[in-house]
């Protein structure tokens, strides 16, 4: 029980750890936006929400995958 608990929190931090990669642009546009730097914006959330929809996406969607095959695995 404890490994299965230990690899799904791994998995977790590791998908948070994505996350806030992408996130971190988006968020960088937004201040952007409040310094009045429109330009700026417009291209740190280009890079966020490329980010997002590219790597961090499908590394997502595989350890979503990864964290029921642990469920399943120890039911």
């Known amino acids: ?11 977790k931090i590791e998908k948070l750890t994505w996350l806030s990669s992408s996130l971190f642009w988006i968020i960088s546009a937004i201040v952007a936006l409040n310094k009045q730097r429109p330009l700026i ?12 929809k590219g790597e961090v996406k499908e590394r997502w969607r595989r350890l979503s995958e ?3 095959f642990v469920r399943n695995k120890w039911k």
């Open 41 to 52: 914006a417009i291209v740190l959330a280009m890079i966020g929400i490329a980010m997002w």
């Open 1 to 11: 029980m404890k490994e299965k608990t230990v690899k799904l929190l791994k998995l």
């Open 66 to 68: 990864a964290e029921d």
